[in-house]
């Protein structure tokens, strides 16, 4: 098993928060991971991407060669396309509807839209409003985790789990809210890997 | 054994804590900055009583650590490639007093300047100052070698180079971690008799004849390394040399099946034999390293030789890091087919959090220099250096820590007026409370503005020495009290602070304005 996936956004959104728990899940099936993280400068509100690698063999590279990302994960829609050309042509790449418009030029939002709908496989979903649903907008990361996890090989509730221990601190109302984000995010990506 | 998943920082910090490190010193600087971070919130560096608080600048940083090295224990001393430029009087004289307990300078390289203003290569100041370096390939490599680096350095009685760069530095793997960790060493100074740690010529020229002498050892303990490795492979038309990192990308490449004679190169100076057997083999040598062209240089020579491959001779770009489709396309590999950026794409650099307060004092200054057509400002690194990015276009030059206050000396010197310098509360500790002293001796015409937000923020918010002392530091070095100005930088306080700008850049004389407010980064973690 192996899955490389590309993880985007815009400083600050929290995409390692969605790469800790995935990779802390595959921790937990012995997979092997590699984890390149951005820190620095661009946390500063610019673009941000993370390359996350999964795998039962050993994995070499820290980096996933442009061309071979089996996901691309966007919390930000422009995001996601900036990283389209990482995506394999088998891949799936999946978005966050929501723009982050901090930019004076930025894109038409539904021509952003148009283009990630284009791609083959493609889950672009209003993660935010679906997370405000669950109980807190900014359970906005557990939405887009639920959305990418039925293309992930884990258990079926590996990641629940993964996730309930990650906000154990946090208390119960907290799990739970996070956890409704995560199966209505599923659901989402269900509706498109069936 | 336990099984941790740990950035490359990380796992070079537990590697010294288990191998009997007693202090780390540094100064933060991406992608440097995880290293202290991590002994600092570790929980067997606080059981351990291991020493880790933040240094004020990286000269101080390697100086503290040759104390503690000089005291008989292990130290480490952590910082980003360009601090090595502020460490580098101690760090290359460290190498001719030699050290005594085990010393490690940790050094983390950023090749294509994510978070730099250059791409320098530390591997050459290790050659400088002929000390070995270490760069490894993994996260695994880099825990293993902080044991290893400190039974050489002690083996040795030299600094041993730690060079880490961006995508290990700032990558987590599964990393193996040692089942027993080793003691500290006691206290144990050198004997009075020793003097080599006095470095008045008569000594120094002994010492310096002594580590030239010692350059030979230094090539066998690389031959003898684990980390570097001679892998042989069928097809000999092309050697391949690589280094740190550089060795995932050539793996990746090829799927772990490379068919050409590989030399993995972990420690520095170049192993000669295995170096030999690799020129004698193959007819081509490619050279796959991350930064600048350090070993694909030595090997050409300064005339150039069409046998050796890499940056300079076109089959990697001469800039930037590298990645594994770079390395694929040096050996024309097929490559799965990229799309084009989709025009809808644009450029989203980084800016100033909202409610920052740089915010509201580069608001100020815009409009109070208003009054000032020939004001020319000076700025310097940190947050605030954004301030150079629309919509404040508000400084012209950010060039090294410090260089605002002693730049805008310098073009008042020239006659420039208003010279203003904008500094940040770490960065004026770190490296301009000594310009400052110069434009205190010849009262230069200039107004130096602190932004002291309480901490390093574009660092991740370290604490800074001097946070909120700003006003006694600056009476302290001279300045007159009368021109030592202070500001809350909030919208509702606009108006007097464009007054308060706009009479000390009309003052002839120097004058300091402090705009003091908490980063809301920190304060929102402190919130937490
Ligand atoms: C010699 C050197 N060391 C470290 C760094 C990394 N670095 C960049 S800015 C900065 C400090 C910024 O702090 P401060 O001056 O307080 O400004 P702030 O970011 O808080 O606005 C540091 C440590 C560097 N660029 N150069
Ligand atoms: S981290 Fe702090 S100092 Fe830096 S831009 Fe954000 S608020 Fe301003």
Known sequence: MKHDIVLAGVGGQGILTIAAIIGEAAVRQGLHVKQSEVHGMAQR?????????????????????????????????????????????????LANARPVRNIGDYPELDDI??????????V??????????????????????????PFLEFPDDLLATTISDTFARKGPEVIAVNLKAFAAGREAGLAVKR | MAQHLLLGDEALAQGAIDAGLSGCYAYPGTPSTEIMEYFQGSADA???GIHRQWSSNEKVAMEEALGMSYAGKRAMVCMKHVGLNVAADGFVNAAITGTNGGLIVTVADDPSMHSSQNEQDSRFYAQFAMIPCLEPSSQQ???????????????????????LCTRLSHSRADVRTAASKSEQNGLRPPDAATRRFVLLPAIAKRNYDALCAKQDTLVASSE??????????ADKSVGIIVCGIAYNYLQEAFGGKCPHPVLKLSQYPLPKKQLAQLMASCQSVMVLEDGMPFVEQMLRGPLGNDRILGRLSGELPRTGELNPRLVAKAFQLELPAVPALSPLVKIRPP?????????????ALGEALKDFADAKVFGDIGCYTLGALPPYNAISSCVDMGASITMAKGAADAGVYPAIAIIGDSTFTHSGMTGLLDAV??????TVMILDNGTTGMTGGQDSMGTGRMAEICAGIGVSRDHIREFVPLPKNHAVNVQIIREEAAYRGLSVIIARRECVQTLRKKKR
């Open chain 1, 45 to 93: 509100g610019g673009a941000v991407l993370a390359h996350l690698r999964l795998s039962s063999e050993p994995i070499h590279s820290d980096l996933i060669a442009a061309g071979g990302a089996d996901v691309v994960l966007a919390v930000e829609p422009m995001e996601a396309l900036r990283q389209a050309e990482s995506l394999s042509p088998r891949g799936v790449i």
């Open chain 1, 113 to 122: 839209l148009a283009a990630l709908r284009a791609f083959p496989l493609n």
């Open chain 1, 124 to 149: 672009v979903i209003d993660a935010e409003q679906m997370a405000q649903d669950a109980g807190n907008a900014r359970a906005m990361n557990m939405v887009m985790l639920g959305a990418v996890s």
């Open chain 2, 46 to 48: 606080s059981e351990r």
């Open chain 2, 141 to 163: 490599e880099a825990y293993d070698m902080a044991g290893y680096a400190f039974a050489l350095s002690e083996q040795q009685q030299l600094p041993i180079m730690m060079r």
């Open chain 2, 224 to 233: 003898a390394s684990p980390f570097n490795r001679y892998e042989d492979g």
């Open chain 2, 351 to 363: 800016r100033l959090c909202d409610g920052c307060p740089h915010i509201n004092t580069y608001e």
């Open chain 2, 441 to 446: 001796w010849e009262n230069s015409p200039i």
